[in-house]
């Protein structure tokens, strides 16, 4: 519970509250000490992945996994609904979730499980160290089973681990077309409020 306390504190230093900017509905963090690469990663197709690869759209970023019972498919489900509020601007967005159960979910499991909410989302895995890394360069807390902590690359094992339940950061963090980070957005915001914000940054396109 502390790590989340620490992460509303780090987000109000950025911003003090969420109409602190003219225009954005949920909280601007513009130029925000977070995480602003993706390292060690892969997507579910199995290309190395990094932020860089998606300059020129506006990337949305959680994390989460594939086993997740509540927050990350009911997530899903709003940033879906959010794509086809979009319309055609949709094509210009990208939703990214890296998942924090790198031994169980394969890049098949991956692809299953976005594709479910929307064709162009992407999941991606790393290996155990790599995930750790960017949960500390986005301070997003996560509580993987001891278990399910090993230094081995994820997906080189004949057989997964049994899922777990596993308690994360729900936020999501959103880039500009530039690559810089904008926008925190809560687990609960609505759907009119994520697509207001992201037509102002594609607009600035």
Request: overall charge negative.
């Amino acid at each position: 519970m502390w790590r989340v306390l620490a992460l509303s504190l780090c987000l109000g230093l950025v911003a003090c509250n969420e109409s602190a900017s003219v225009g954005f509905r949920n909280t601007d963090i513009s130029g925000g000490a977070f995480g602003n690469a993706l390292t060690g990663f892969r997507d579910h197709h199995g290309h190395a992945t990094t932020l860089a690869d998606f300059k020129g759209k506006t990337v949305i970023l959680l994390f989460g996994y594939t086993s997740c019972p509540d927050v990350c498919p009911t997530v899903l489900a709003r940033l879906a609904k959010v794509m086809k509020t979009l319309g055609p601007d949709a094509d210009r967005v990208q939703v990214l979730i890296v998942t924090v159960d790198p031994e169980n979910d394969t890049p098949e499991k991956l692809a299953a499980y976005m594709t479910a909410f929307n064709p162009s989302f992407l999941g991606v895995y790393g290996d155990y160290r790599a995930t750790e890394a960017a949960a500390k360069a986005f301070k997003v807390f996560y509580s993987p089973a001891a278990e399910n902590a090993t230094a081995h690359p994820a997906h080189e094992h004949s057989q997964a681990i049994a899922p777990v339940r596993i308690e994360h950061s729900a936020g999501s963090y959103v880039f500009d077309a530039h690559g810089n980070i904008r926008l925190y957005v809560k687990d609960d915001a609505p759907v009119d409020a994520i697509a207001s914000d992201l037509k102002w940054l594609l607009a600035e396109q």
